[in-house]
């Protein structure tokens, strides 16, 4: 439904896209290559994350060797940006193995861990000069993305986790909970 809405949209400003184009290049730029990123992603940890700890933490490091090696080509890119899902993965069972862990609940719950976070998150981001952009292959590097994007994660958790038990405006609840439903129609 999304890719057709906004098809219909691109083709009334712009003519540098087609049914064909999309079909078989995907969306290149377009915020809708994620939504097959993400499915394929799922489906790869649906088959490799089942609870044992040395043998998520095994394809979780091969992930990241196959991102490094894809990424060290860099010559080529797949249609529906098929070769950012080794990162995709990394980072979605990174996610799913860091939730189950008692001291990262710990830092986001921690009162005053929000600061460390956003200085950490800066300092990684300020030592990285680059634009990271995923959805035109724009990355470089990825050991200061990847520390700064894990101090980023945990600092939105430990704000939202703050804002959730110490304000209690429930507009502000409200908002958040409806934004947070509703966050797929609102990337597409």
Same mark, same amino acid.
């Given at each position: 439904?999304?890719?057709? %809405? #906004? *098809?219909?949209?691109?083709?009334v %400003?712009?003519t540098?896209?087609?049914?064909?184009?999309?079909?078989f #290049?995907g969306? !290149?730029?377009?915020?809708?290559?994620? %939504?097959?990123?993400?499915?394929?992603?799922?489906?790869?940890?649906?088959?490799?994350l089942?609870? #044992?700890?040395? /043998?998520?933490?095994?394809?979780?490091a091969? =992930?990241?060797?196959?991102?490094?090696?894809?990424?060290? *080509?860099k010559?080529?890119?797949?249609?529906?940006?098929?070769?950012l899902i080794?990162?995709?993965y990394?980072?979605?069972?990174?996610? +799913? $193995?860091?939730?189950?862990?008692n001291? %990262?609940?710990?830092?986001i719950? =921690?009162?005053?861990?929000?600061?460390?976070?956003?200085?950490?998150?800066?300092?990684?981001?300020?030592?990285n000069? +680059?634009?990271?952009?995923? =959805?035109?292959? !724009?990355?470089?590097?990825?050991?200061? =993305?990847?520390? &700064?994007?894990?101090f980023?994660?945990?600092?939105l958790?430990?704000?939202?986790?703050?804002?959730d038990?110490?304000? $209690?405006?429930? !507009? /502000?609840?409200?908002?958040?909970?409806y /934004? &947070? $439903? #509703?966050t797929?129609v609102?990337?597409?």
């Amino acid at each position: 439904f999304f890719s057709i %809405v #906004n *098809l219909l949209f691109l083709f009334v %400003v712009s003519t540098k896209y087609s049914w064909s184009s999309i079909f078989f #290049n995907g969306w !290149q730029g377009i915020a809708l290559w994620f %939504v097959i990123s993400l499915f394929i992603t799922l489906l790869l940890a649906g088959l490799f994350l089942k609870g #044992n700890n040395k /043998l998520d933490w095994i394809s979780i490091a091969i =992930a990241l060797i196959i991102y490094i090696i894809i990424d060290s *080509l860099k010559s080529f890119s797949f249609p529906y940006k098929i070769e950012l899902i080794p990162l995709t993965y990394f980072w979605f069972a990174i996610g +799913y $193995k860091s939730s189950k862990k008692n001291f %990262v609940m710990k830092c986001i719950e =921690a009162k005053y861990w929000f600061l460390i976070f956003f200085l950490l998150t800066y300092l990684f981001s300020w030592l990285n000069p +680059y634009k990271i952009d995923l =959805a035109i292959n !724009q990355y470089k590097l990825l050991y200061y =993305a990847l520390l &700064g994007s894990f101090f980023g994660i945990l600092m939105l958790f430990n704000f939202s986790f703050y804002i959730d038990k110490h304000i $209690k405006i429930k !507009q /502000l609840t409200n908002l958040f909970s409806y /934004l &947070g $439903k #509703n966050t797929f129609v609102i990337l597409a």
